[in-house]
């Protein structure tokens, strides 16, 4: 089993920021890629950055310039730092991990940000 536990999301001003980190436990052996992914109320989870073993980050255009994906490897630890946040960020953000090809999902956390 593996275990992703989120945490950092809460109610920030527009224009504040956030730094969400997720822990992944367990069998993880096989890790390699993490990812945030955010859901909006009504609307589908999208990406919003993914971090590979090779350290190679891809980012949502909306995130780009604001966000920013950080891994810890000794700590099995992924990080999503959000600056200048917008109203249109809200949402409950949910941590992805890939663990031999199989994906893994966290119970989320949310993020609010407020006009």
């Known amino acids: 089993q593996v275990q992703l536990v989120e945490s950092g999301g809460g109610l920030v001003q527009a224009g504040g920021s956030l730094r969400l980190s997720c822990a992944a436990s367990?069998?993880?052996?096989?890790?390699?890629?993490m990812a945030w992914y955010r859901q909006a109320p009504g609307k589908q989870r999208e990406l919003v950055a993914r971090?590979?073993?090779?350290?190679?980050?891809t980012y949502a255009d909306y995130a780009k310039g604001r966000f920013t994906i950080s891994r810890d490897y000794a700590k099995n630890t992924v990080y999503l730092q959000m600056n200048s946040l917008k109203p249109e960020d809200t949402g409950d953000y949910y941590c992805?991990?890939?663990?031999?090809?199989?994906?893994?999902w966290g119970k989320g956390t949310l993020v609010s940000v407020s006009s």
């Open positions: 367990g069998s993880i052996a096989g890790l390699s890629a």
């Open positions: 992805n991990a890939l663990v031999f090809g199989m994906d893994y």
């Open positions: 971090t590979t073993l090779g350290r190679r980050t």
